[in-house]
T-cell receptor, first 115, second 111 residues
Framework: EPEVTQTPSHQVTQMGQEVILRCVPI?????FYWYRQILGQKVEFLVS????????KSEIFDDQFSVERPDGSNFTLKIRSTKLEDSAMYFC?????????????FGSGTRLTVV | EDQVTQSPEALRLQEGESSSLNCSYT??????LFWYRQDPGKGPEFLFT???AGEEKEKERLKATLTKKESFLHITAPKPEDSATYLCAVRKNTGGFKTIFGAGTRLFVKA
């Protein structure tokens, strides 16, 4: 069964450093998303991406965040200057249609720890 | 303000003991209600999408229903492998694809 692959599974970084989280969505999917889940809290929407541009972003997704699809297979989330409160599990997801009829396929996540 | 509230927070069942999980929502312009299953340390796994009141979907021991204000996930004769956190999420008619998740119901099924 097709999977969304995320790397690394766990990243520890110093406050103020830049991090790039990587995702390989399902190959024939066109809609891509990043979500985060702080330990013990809800899954929160960050951004959606379609046709090489951001479709929608949440209030969390400020100027410190950016997304990119640098080639035909990868989808990345960059945090420019990490803060302690950025520590969370970050999930990438993809879908093949805009309606969500078949839901989103999520990756297993990258656990980001900012120290 | 848009809200998705799930209850109960946690539910402990004996194997074979059927029950229901609730998701109530206050969202303007609903464009779909989703149910996901999440195992510890994993990403959410898609179960169902419901679009309109009265709609029902079934998959094995799970059945999801939708009204104008809430959705139920009915679990019939659960097994220990059904133990997981069940997440409800709604998508708004914003032109984008923002999805709002509830906090989830942690289900424990004992053999």
């Amino acid at each position: 069964e097709p999977e969304v692959t995320q790397t690394p599974s766990h990243q520890v970084t110093q406050m103020g450093q830049e991090v790039i989280l990587r995702c390989v969505p399902i190959s024939n999917h066109l809609y891509f998303y990043w979500y985060r889940q702080i330990l013990g809290q809800k899954v929160e929407f960050l951004v959606s991406f379609y046709n090489n541009e951001i479709s929608e972003k949440s209030e969390i997704f400020d100027d410190q965040f950016s997304v990119e699809r640098p080639d035909g297979s990868n989808f990345t989330l960059k945090i420019r200057s990490t803060k302690l409160e950025d520590s969370a599990m970050y999930f990438c997801a993809s879908s093949g249609d805009p309606t969500g009829a078949y839901g989103y396929t999520f990756g297993s996540g990258t656990r980001l720890t900012v120290v | 303000e848009d809200q998705v509230t799930q209850s109960p927070e946690a539910l402990r069942l004996q194997e074979g003991e059927s029950s229901s999980l609730n998701c109530s929502y206050t969202v303007s312009g609903l464009r779909g209600l989703f149910w996901y299953r999440q195992d510890p340390g994993k990403g959410p796994e898609f179960l169902f999408t419901l679009y309109s009141a009265g709609e029902e979907k079934e998959k094995e021991r799970l059945k999801a229903t939708l009204t104008k204000k809430e959705s139920f996930l009915h679990i019939t004769a659960p097994k220990p492998e059904d133990s997981a956190t069940y997440l409800c999420a709604v998508r708004k008619n914003t032109g984008g694809f923002k999805t709002i998740f509830g906090a989830g119901t942690r289900l424990f099924v004992k053999a």
